[in-house]
Structures are given as C-alpha cells and as structure tokens.
C-alpha cells in the first residue's frame, strides 16, 4: 500500500478531528449475530443488466434522443447469464449499492474481483475528468488481501468503495468529501483508514453517496464524510455560509463514533444516498439523515433551516441528525436501503417486507405519494433476504411449496436489470424470474443498472446453463407425425372415425405427443441460462487433436467450451466427473486470480553524475 499524503489536499471546507486521547469504549461481542453479508458458503454468480459498460446508463445520443421506447444496448442482458470468464471462480460474497455502476465478488481464497465502470481505482492519473475506467467481467482487477490476509466484506459507493479484512479497513476512489476518512482527494490503490476501533475486528461497512458508516465487532458505529442531511449521526449538518455567500458543509474525517448509539449492540447498518439505518440485537431500528420522502420511517418532520439563516433556501428538507428509534408493528430481523428508500424484514410469522420513503416513479411510493412511515409491501411472505438497486429491487422468498423463488421489480428499468426478459424490461409489482425458479439464490447485488446473483451451484442450475440446454433441445429428436393436416388446425380434428367413440387414434395420440414434446421443448428454452459472452470453440481434443470419440469419454469445459478425452487428461479420468468440469487451462487460470501475485516494484533509476575528478 503507498503511504498516506501528508497533509489535506481537498481544500474548502473544514474538517472535525477526533481527540487523540478518545476513550476506547467497548469489547468484541462474540455472542452479537453475524451479518448476513458474512458467509463462508460460495456459489456461482449470474448476472443481468446493462453491461455495456462504455455505454450504459449514459444519456442518449443526439439521434436516439427522438426516439420512442427504451431500446437495448448490445451488451445489454435482460435475463441471467453466467459470465463466462468468471464462472471458475468460487465466490462466498457479491458488493453492489443502489448508485454503484461496478461490482466486486470476494472468492473463497478470500480476493476481491472489480469489474465494471470503475471509478479512479488502478488508474495512472486519477482526477474528476479522468474518473473512470471500464473493467470488464473478461478481466476483472484481482485484489489480494493486505499482508496475506483474506478480504471478508466491504461496500460500494458512487465514486468510492470499502474492503475489510480481520486486521483493518482499507478504501479507494473520490475522497473530496472525506467519506474515506483520511487526507486526499482521489486514490487510485487501496488506501488503510484508522479509526476509533482500533484493534477491534470490522463487522460490516456501508456506503453513501459522500458518506460512510463502520460497525466493528463490538457493536459500535463509526461515520465519515459529509455531513449535509445529517446522515453522520453527530448531531448537526455543518453548515455554513462560505465567502462567496453559498452553503458549504463540513466534512468528517477520520471516523467518528456515532455516540447516539454506545451501547445499542448494533448487529448491522445500511446506507441510501444521504440517510442510514442501524438494527440492534433486539430488532429496534434506528434512522438518521435526509427524510425528504420520508425514508426514515418517522413521519412527516418540518424542514430544517440552518440558524445562521434566516430566509428559507432550497437545500432546507426535513432532516434528522441524530440516530431515532423508528416505530415499528414487528421487530426487524434485517434492513436495507435504496437511494430514498428504506426496507425491513420483521420477525412475524410470515417474515414481510416493509417500506418508507420513495421507491417507485407513480402511484404510492412515488415522489408525490411517498411512504412517510414504514408500509408493509402486499403479496411478499417467506421473505429470506432483499436488495435494493438504483430503482430495481429484489426479494429472495420461499413459496407455500418450499421452493425458493427470486422476485424482481422496479419502475422505468431500462437495461435489462431486472432479469425479467426484453418484453417486460419495467415492472411495478413483484415479478418471479423464471430462470431462478427453484434456484437457491445466497446473496443478490443490484446495482446501478446491473444484478449481480450468487447463487448455490445444483444440478438444476447445471441443467439451465444456456449451451447444455440448448444443446439438449436442438439434439433431442423430433417426434414424427402421421400424414395429414398438422395437429389442431382444420375441421377434421373432432370427427369420428377409426380412433373410437371420440375420433382420437393413433395419429391423435403421436400429435398430442408431438404438442406435449414441442412445449416441453419451449420450456427448457424460456428457462435455460446461457454463458455470456458467447464464443466459437473447437470440436477436437486440445491435446490429441481428434474428434470425440464418444459421447462418454469427450469432455467440455464449462468456461472455455474446449473439449478433451477423458484418457488424454493428465492424470486420466476414469469416470465421469459430478456437477461441473473445468480443463486444466481454466483450473490454472482460477488459481492464479483467486492467488494474484504483487505487482513487481520498479526498479530504482541512479543517475550517474559520470566519472569522479583525482
């Protein structure tokens, strides 16, 4: 890691210091529950939306402007695929946030895989003009561990992102507001962020648009960055009227410990765009920051007018700058947050979801009708986990027959984000996505414009991926019918005749055969789940060069779709392997991403001041 600027680069507006000499307060609570981000359980990952990641979310061009309907990018994937080129890698954890236009998957080796539009992170020359950069899912940035260490959860934000390990903090991207917590205005690699917490394990981190929030092992809060609406917790929104009579707010930096909430035993925070929400062992929710649409569950609040003015300004929305217990029917088991959205599961015998704030673009929920307390959302029982994108959202349930389903749905979604299919790329009420159906889904990361699944590798999943099924139904042999008119067409179909009483003999028995067959053959195709991107493999063994020689003995990788023998494999394969097969080629390129080796440091340049005088 490079060192730590020496001194604030960022300028205008001033920052609050914590006391060298603060009091640490507070033990590691083994007996506080884990996260449910915490999982040592990997799986494979899909993924949906726009991944034309040059072009998505972007306004449109001056000749698609006068356009009517939402046309697709061609890299955009309305239903889930597994990326290709990821798919060896065994994933336990998917980070995604609701204005996050990148993902990052940590691997059971426990390192960290970005891809994406980037924001400033391994870029030569980080500045607001040159602030992104697009990494595809082809190429992901490997990111080790510090010092050997595994990565075990972290948070995305806007233009700023967080990883943890078990000795620390570490963050990247635009620290202009401070939510990183250190000096600096941009860093491009992996920065460590002391705190308050100091040798205290970090339990989960959650991020803003410029602000963010640390829980550590202990049950405690931490906040940094900017503290406009509130969303720090201190108490106030720092404002201030700058020289050339405009508002300014200060910043926070390093992280300060949310005192509003010392001994709460918080067991998990989450962050929209400028609010936040904290969950205590006993399922008390607390909010603080922006309630313009009434995310924070409270009710209507009076705006909040800075007292060094006196006159009413834009900027002056309802606001709550310190941590509130929220009023709830149920205690809560989980929370979450949308940009101006709140979300909870309760501990009641169904286990719904509840909603405040704004969440939808018309009718209830919408900017004129917004939730101002928490609302339960119709419909969603069983409800065993949820995420929030920028305007989609998703719910993981589990239906009257134990079957696990994922449900989608978000107003004016239009790359595909959904993973609902191109026909109906918006929608306003919860809608299954088919190709889950009976698919243990773990985590789900939405994004921006993207979905990131985690989803539990089975042979319902092997069955789906879109090469195998495909195959399958274009291999399968058609049933042959009889001479005749073909099956439900014409006047003919309910005369008597040779097949009995109800005219159905054999030619009625080999077409409603031939129906039955065709839509099964619809079935396996709406809900096989195709690799991404396609690619054109070789029908030889990629070690002895010849065909296959039968069908028990030639191998497909499930990555690289080359194709080897099962006796020219060193060593040789005697049986068929269970579930899922990667050639040794894709085995060794697993090991190298999830094992990437430090960039070798360049070597230092001695100038010679020529030869030395007698």
């Not at 410029?210 to 720090?232: E, H, I, M, N, R």
């Not at 396609?534 to 499930?558: P, R």
Request: proline share 9%; with cysteine; net charge negative.
């Amino acid at each position: 890691m490079p060192p730590r600027p020496p001194s604030n680069q960022s300028g205008s507006a001033p920052r609050s210091r914590a006391t060298s000499n603060e009091e640490e307060m507070g033990v590691d609570r083994p007996d506080l529950p884990e996260p449910r981000s915490s999982r040592s359980e990997w799986g494979r990952i899909l993924i949906c939306g726009g991944l034309d990641w040059e072009r998505n979310a972007q306004p449109p061009s001056s000749k698609e402007a006068g356009t009517k309907g939402v046309k697709l990018l061609d890299d955009d994937q309305p239903l889930p695929v597994k990326p290709r080129w990821m798919s060896h890698l065994k994933i336990t954890q998917v980070i995604g946030g609701p204005l996050a236009n990148y993902s990052i998957a940590i691997d059971l080796a426990g390192t960290a895989h970005v891809f994406g539009r980037v924001p400033f992170f391994k870029m030569e020359n980080p500045a607001w003009r040159n602030r992104v950069h697009v990494v595809s899912c082809e190429r992901p940035l490997h990111v080790a561990g510090p010092d050997g260490e595994k990565w075990e959860g972290g948070a995305v934000g806007d233009a700023h992102f967080l990883l943890f390990s078990s000795s620390g903090l570490y963050g990247a991207g635009d620290n202009r507001a401070s939510p990183l917590g250190i000096n600096g205005e941009y860093f491009a690699e992996l920065e460590p962020i002391p705190g308050p917490w100091k040798r205290r394990k970090i339990r989960q981190v959650a991020t803003g648009k410029t602000f963010s929030l640390v829980l550590d092992a202990a049950g405690q809060v931490y906040a940094a960055g900017k503290s406009q609406f509130g969303q720090l917790g201190n108490g106030t929104t720092g404002e201030l009227i700058l020289r050339n009579g405009k508002d300014g707010y200060t910043y926070q930096s390093p992280p300060q410990r949310i005192k509003e909430l010392v001994g709460k035993a918080i067991v998990s925070i989450a962050c929209g765009n400028n609010h936040a929400l904290a969950l205590d062992n006993q399922g008390r929710v607390y909010s603080w920051g922006n309630n313009q649409y009434g995310q924070l569950g409270l009710g209507d609040l009076p705006p909040v007018i800075a007292p060094m003015r006196v006159q009413p300004s834009p900027n002056d929305v309802p606001r709550v700058t310190v941590p509130t217990l929220v009023p709830l029917e149920h205690p809560a088991t989980a929370i979450y947050a949308g940009p101006t959205s709140s979300f909870i599961i309760t501990e009641n015998e169904g286990n719904e979801i509840w909603v405040a704030g704004k969440c939808r673009l018309v009718g209830p929920g919408s900017s004129s009708e917004p939730y101002k307390v928490f609302e339960k959302l119709p419909d969603l029982q069983n409800v065993q986990d949820f995420s929030a994108g920028f305007i989609s959202h998703f719910a993981m349930v589990v239906d009257e027959d134990d079957v696990p389903r994922t449900l989608a749905w978000g107003q004016g979604a239009t790359h595909g984000e959904l993973g609902i299919g191109s026909d109906f790329l918006s929608s306003s009420d919860p809608t299954p996505i088919e190709q889950l159906d009976n698919i243990e889904v773990l985590s789900v990361a939405a994004g921006l414009v993207h979905t990131v699944f985690l989803v539990k590798p089975d042979e319902t999943l092997e069955e789906r991926i879109g090469n195998a099924a495909q195959d399958q139904v274009e291999d399968e042999e058609p049933v042959k019918l009889p001479p005749g008119r073909p099956p439900g067409r014409g006047k003919g179909r309910r005369q008597k005749g040779r097949g009995g009483r109800n005219g159905r003999g054999n030619g009625w028995d080999v077409r409603s055969k031939a129906k039955e067959a065709e839509e099964e053959r619809e079935k396996i195709k709406k809900l096989a789940i195709a690799r991404w991107p396609a690619i054109n493999s070789g029908d030889l063994c990629k070690i002895c060069h010849e065909g296959e020689q039968d069908d028990l003995t030639f191998l497909e990788c499930e990555r690289c779709e080359e194709g080897y023998h099962m006796d020219c494999l060193s060593p040789r394969l005697y049986e068929l392997p269970d579930g899922e097969w990667f050639c040794p080629v894709c085995e060794e390129s697993q090991y190298e991403w999830s094992h990437p080796k430090p960039p070798t440091p360049e070597p230092e340049i001695v100038e010679d001041d020529g030869p030395g005088l007698d």
